[in-house]
């Protein structure tokens, strides 16, 4: 049987959370520090160790089924790939930057300067469409440090943490576009490979919903679980056994991880004790 090839990158924000899924997902694949090409041993596939900028290209033109890459790498190659997931790691956005200590009142400050970027064309596009008129230098790499060194007025660059705009005396003003990791597929994927594609994307989703969402236990009095129900919709309804204790109950449920914090107060207020906040391993809905 054919295996199903998947790029992701070699070196860099996302290649260790893309390695990381594929564990997640019970798929070994071994280290093998330096190879670009490995094939999983309890699953088919053959994994690809790309540089990201690369990737979609290699999807479009089939070399690779499907990739794990940022979408603002899949906006600016602007290839003719889907869009199968979004994977929810490797957050970052694509953003405007100048030196700390320029005045900055607006997207005006960039008329007739010049921007420093790998993505020219999502760079190109925001000044068309905010009608700047600017000089886009395209550089492939360590953007940062052009205004430093005379290159650029600005860049326009992923930012994750803002340390490396911190390091490099630069200071965010604009935000172009947000990005995650995604799954991009080529469009004429081979019956027999859109198979393994569907099950592993089954399992995909499954790490996905684990982790944004957790178990939750409480204890509570039962006159409170009513409104404690309220608080916490989960899967279906909340599991609530009786404790030894007379007119107290166990309840259990899953809440988003996102929501987790602002619910756990409603929770208190209504009464609720004891609570514990568990991972999810897997969660198929
Ligand atoms: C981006 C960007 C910065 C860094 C910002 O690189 O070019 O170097 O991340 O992250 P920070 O805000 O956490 O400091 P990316 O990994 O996208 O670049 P590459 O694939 O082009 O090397
Ligand atoms: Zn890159």
Same mark, same amino acid.
């Given at each position: ?20 899924l594929f ?10 520090? &330096?190879?670009? /090409? ?5 699953? +088919? ?6 540089? =990201? =900028?690369?990737?979609?290209? %290699?999807?479009?033109? @089939? #070399?690779? =089924? ?6 603002? *790498? ?5 290839? $003719? #790939? =889907? ?7 490797? @957050? ?20 007739? /300067? ?5 993505? +020219?064309?999502?760079? &190109?596009? %925001? ?20 205004? @430093? ?9 992923? #930012? ?12 965010? !003003? ?11 597929a080529n469009?004429?994927?081979?019956? &027999? ?21 957790? %178990? ?19 899967? /279906? ?9 007379? @007119?107290?109950?166990?309840l259990h ?19 609720? $004790?004891?609570?514990? !906040?568990?991972?999810?391993?897997? *969660?198929?809905?």
């Amino acid at each position: 049987m054919s295996k199903l090839k998947i790029a992701i990158q070699k070196s860099g924000r996302l290649s260790e959370s893309s390695r990381k899924l594929f564990e997640e997902c019970g798929i070994k694949i071994s280290n093998g520090a &330096g190879t670009l /090409k490995i094939v999983a041993s309890n699953f +088919p596939i053959e994994i690809l160790f790309l540089r =990201d =900028d690369d990737i979609p290209q %290699y999807v479009e033109q @089939g #070399v690779a =089924d499907i990739g794990i890459v940022g979408e603002n *790498m899949v906006f600016e190659k602007n290839k $003719e #790939v =889907d869009i199968l997931e979004q994977l929810g790691f490797a @957050g970052c956005r694509l953003s405007l930057a100048i030196p700390k200590e320029e005045n900055y009142s607006g997207h005006g400050f960039f008329i007739n /300067k010049r921007v420093a970027t790998s993505y +020219p064309h999502l760079l &190109g596009k %925001y000044f068309t469409s905010n009608n700047i008129t600017a000089t886009v230098e395209e550089i492939s790499g360590s953007v940062e440090i052009a205004p @430093g060194v005379g290159l650029a007025d600005a860049i326009c660059d992923i #930012v994750s943490s803002g340390s490396t705009l911190l390091m490099n005396g630069l200071k965010e !003003v604009e935000t172009i576009m947000k990005s995650q990791a995604v799954i991009i597929a080529n469009r004429n994927i081979l019956p &027999g490979k859109k198979l393994i594609l569907e099950k592993l994307l089954f399992r995909i989703r499954a790490v996905k919903n684990a982790r944004e969402n957790k %178990y939750i236990l409480l204890n509570a009095p039962r006159e409170a679980i009513t409104e404690i129900c309220q608080i916490l919709p989960g899967m /279906k309804s909340p599991t609530i056994l009786p404790l030894a204790e007379e @007119g107290w109950c166990s309840l259990h449920s899953v809440v988003k991880e996102d929501e987790f914090w602002d619910r756990i107060d409603q929770l208190k207020n209504a009464g609720a $004790e004891g609570i514990l !906040v568990i991972p999810i391993e897997k *969660m198929v809905l």
